[in-house]
């Protein structure tokens, strides 16, 4: 058990809905990263949060959002959603948001029918 | 070109073996992690490396800058070590992180 938290575990919805990932990172980290796993692409990098600011950006579409919260947890809202999209979606996070070690979540996967 | 390359992409090895992976990189980076992916999708981060080698239990991690390449070694290699192995860099703190495809290893009894 890393200690980073991710509801829910599954979700299932339909194409042009929005849906909300939650990630409460291990006590004591400030930077809390998502990151999107799809058969196809593999692993991507989304977006990274320090201590309630966006630090880093990657390939994050318009259509996907994110913010970390005061109590450091961290939501991933994704809208209009596509067939596309259905992937496993990580959250990691580390102590400072530099080069260090990062502890992942279980993921939440995401099917988009 | 992928920025980040890995070999082999699958591997199959007996048990006892000694394993090595490679990861093979284009850009300049600050850091590089090897990951772990277990067959039920969970992520483990094994080292976070930015020269030299580090050793963790039968894993030794290596990498070299100035050629831009890293090795993942596993010694005794067991069937629990039957995962998916994935090598990602970043330039610095505030770039994107560049994840390798993966190396798919499967350790027979």
């Known amino acids: 058990d890393s200690g980073v938290t991710q509801t829910p575990k599954h979700l299932i919805t339909a194409t042009g809905q929005r849906v909300t990932l939650r990630c409460s990172p291990r006590?004591?980290?400030?930077?809390v990263y998502w990151y999107q796993q799809s058969l196809d692409q593999g692993l991507q990098f989304l977006i990274q949060y320090y201590n309630g600011e966006e630090r880093a950006k990657g390939n994050i579409l318009e259509r996907f959002s994110a913010q970390q919260f005061p109590d450091l947890h961290s939501e991933l809202n994704l809208s209009s959603l596509e067939l596309g999209d259905s992937a496993l979606y990580f959250c990691?996070?580390?102590?400072?948001?530099?080069?260090?070690?990062?502890?992942f979540g279980p993921g939440t996967r995401l099917l988009v029918l | 070109k992928n920025e980040v390359e890995q070999s082999p992409q699958n591997l199959t090895a007996q048990e006892g073996e000694f394993i090595t992976i490679n990861c093979s990189y284009s850009v300049g980076i600050s850091a590089l992690h090897w990951l772990q992916q277990h067959p039920g999708g969970g992520i483990v981060s094994l080292f976070m490396?930015?020269?030299g080698k580090k050793k963790h239990g039968r894993l030794i991690a290596t990498i070299n800058i100035q050629e831009k390449h890293s090795s993942l070694h596993i010694t005794a290699s067991h069937p629990r070590d039957s995962a998916v192995y994935i090598c990602?860099?970043?330039?610095?703190?505030?770039?994107?992180?560049?994840f390798g495809p993966g190396t798919s290893l499967s350790v027979i009894p």
């Open positions: 490396l930015s020269s």
């Open positions: 990691a996070s580390s102590r400072q948001g530099g080069l260090e070690t990062q502890y």
């Open positions: 990602a860099v970043r330039k610095t703190s505030y770039d994107k992180v560049i």
């Open positions: 006590s004591g980290d400030l930077s």
